[in-house]
C-alpha cells in the first residue's frame, strides 16, 4: 500500500520538544490479530460453546476494543445471554489459548519495530506501550523479540484493565502522559486501527498510522500521516513517501512530525 498522506508535513520544522514514543501493541507491533481469533475461537470449543468467529466475522467485532468487551458483544448479537462470569472465564481460558499459541511459534514484528525499540535510548527518546490488550499477550509477544527482561525497555506500559474505557476512549494515552509526566505535544503515538488513532488524537497526542491486516480499510483521518508500516532499510517502502529522506521511519521523522503537529495546532 503507497503511504497516505492525511495532512501536509512541509510545515516548519520547529525543534520538537518530543520525549516519548508511545506504542499500540496488537497490529502495530506485530499483526497478532488472526492468533486472536484462533485463540478465541479455542476458548469457545474448550467451554462447550458451539460459537466460532470467521475472520469477517472478527474483523466486524474487532470493532470493540477489549476481549471480553467483544466476547458480550458476540453473544448479544446473536441473541445469546451468557451466565455471570462466563465472559470473564471464557476470556482467561482465551488468553492462555493466545500465549500458548505464541509460546509455539513466536509471531514476527512488523518492520522497522525492533529498530525503533532498540534505537530509542541511544535517540534520547522514551518508550511507552499503551495497549488495550491483556498484559500477558504484551510478555508472549515480546519476550521472543527481547528477552524476559523486556519491560526495562519501556518507561511505561498501559494495558488492558489499568484503564476503564478503551480506545477509541483516550483514557490509556491519558495514563501514559500522567505516568511520564508529559504534555501531549511531547509525544508522538503509533497505532494500526481508527480506534487507536482516535483514542491518541482525543488525548491530543499527534499520531502516525500503520494500518494493520484487519484495519486495512479504516478511515484514519487524524492520523498525521498514514505509512505501510514503519519500514527498515532492508525492508524500505516499495513506494517512497514525499516528506519522509529515507523508505522507512528514523527518529529524526518523528521529532519533525511532533513538530510539525505542534506548529499547526499553534497557528
Ligand atoms: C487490540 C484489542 C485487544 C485484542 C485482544 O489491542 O482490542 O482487545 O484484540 O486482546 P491494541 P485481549 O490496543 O493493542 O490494538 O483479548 O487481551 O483484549
Ligand atoms: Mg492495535
Known amino acids: 500500500m503507497a503511504p497516505r498522506r492525511v495532512s501536509g508535513m512541509e510545515q516548519p520544522v520547529a525543534e520538537a520538544r518530543l520525549v516519548a514514543v508511545l ?21 469457545f470449543a474448550q467451554c462447550g460453546l458451539t460459537e466460532s468467529w470467521s475472520v469477517d466475522t472478527y ?14 458483544a458476540g453473544f ?4 445469546q445471554s451468557l451466565a455471570a462470569g462466563a465472559v470473564e472465564q471464557i476470556h482467561r481460558c482465551k488468553t492462555e489459548h493466545f500465549v500458548a499459541l505464541m509460546q509455539a ?5 512488523r518492520p522497522g519495530v525492533l529498530r525503533l525499540l532498540r534505537g530509542a535510548n541511544a535517540a534520547r527518546l522514551k518508550l511507552g506501550l499503551t495497549t488495550t490488550t491483556s498484559p500477558e499477550n504484551v510478555h508472549a509477544l515480546l519476550a521472543p523479540h527481547l528477552g524476559a527482561n523486556w519491560r526495562g525497555l519501556f518507561d511505561v506500559i ?28 511531547q509525544a508522538v503515538a503509533i497505532e494500526d486501527s481508527r480506534a487507536g488513532v482516535q483514542s491518541a488524537r482525543a488525548a ?8 494493520s491486516v484487519f484495519f486495512a480499510d479504516d478511515d484514519f483521518s487524524g492520523a498525521t500521516v498514514v505509512l505501510p508500516n514503519l ?8 513506494r517512497r513517501h514525499p516528506s519522509f529522506d ?15 503537529e505542534r506548529g499547526r495546532a499553534a497557528a
Open 204 to 211: 491530543g497526542i499527534p499520531v502516525i498510522a500503520t494500518p
Open 105 to 109: 511459534s513466536a509471531l514476527a514484528l
Open 23 to 43: 506504542l499500540d501493541v496488537d497490529g502495530t507491533l506485530a499483526e497478532t490479530e488472526e492468533r486472536h481469533r484462533l485463540a478465541f475461537n479455542r476458548a
Open 158 to 185: 498501559v494495558a488492558g484493565d489499568q484503564v476503564v474505557a478503551k480506545k477509541p476512549a483516550p483514557d490509556v494515552y491519558r495514563a501514559a502522559l500522567t505516568a511520564l509526566r508529559l504534555a501531549p505535544d
Open 76 to 79: 448479544r448479537e446473536r441473541g
Open 246 to 260: 529515507n523508505g522507512w521511519v528514523e527518529f529524526a521523522d518523528l521529532k519533525r512530525l511532533a513538530g510539525a
Open 231 to 238: 519500514g527498515d532499510p532492508d525492508a524500505p517502502w516499495q
Open 59 to 72: 474483523r466486524r467485532l474487532l470493532r470493540i476494543t477489549g476481549g471480553k468487551e467483544r466476547i458480550a
